[in-house]
């Protein structure tokens, strides 16, 4: 079973940064495509970045030149590090991966950005 926690979420001010991880549990992370999403209130889940198999990225404009994606293998991790951040940017920011035909999500970090 594909097991997803996230973590670093938290209250920052405008322009400043953090760094979220996403643990993975259950899967080779190396094989797996593994996204991030964020829904802030009243609004719809939005996907914000991916890093694929192949450790290519993509981002939604939303955040491109500010967001950066990563992984590491070795503590079988993924990482959304934020800059820049702004009030637009408060939400619940979610992990994603589609392993075995399945989709798995994590329980969600809240960040909230104060202007």
């Known amino acids: 079973q594909v097991h997803l926690v996230e973590s670093g979420g938290g209250l920052v001010q405008s322009g400043g940064s953090l760094r979220l991880t996403c643990r993975a549990s259950?899967?080779?992370?190396?094989?797996?495509?593994m996204s991030w999403y964020r829904q802030a209130p009243g609004k719809p889940r939005e996907l914000i970045a991916s890093?694929?198999?192949?450790?290519?990225?993509d981002y939604a404009a939303t955040v491109k030149g500010r967001f950066t994606v990563s992984r590491d293998g070795r503590t079988s991790s993924v990482y959304l590090q934020m800059n820049s951040l702004g009030p637009e940017d408060t939400a619940v920011y979610y992990c994603?991966?589609?392993?075995?035909?399945?989709?798995?999500w994590g329980q969600g970090t809240q960040v909230t950005v104060s202007s």
């Open positions: 994603n991966t589609h392993w075995r035909s399945r989709s798995f």
């Open positions: 259950g899967l080779v992370l190396r094989l797996a495509s």
């Open positions: 890093v694929n198999n192949e450790g290519s990225t």
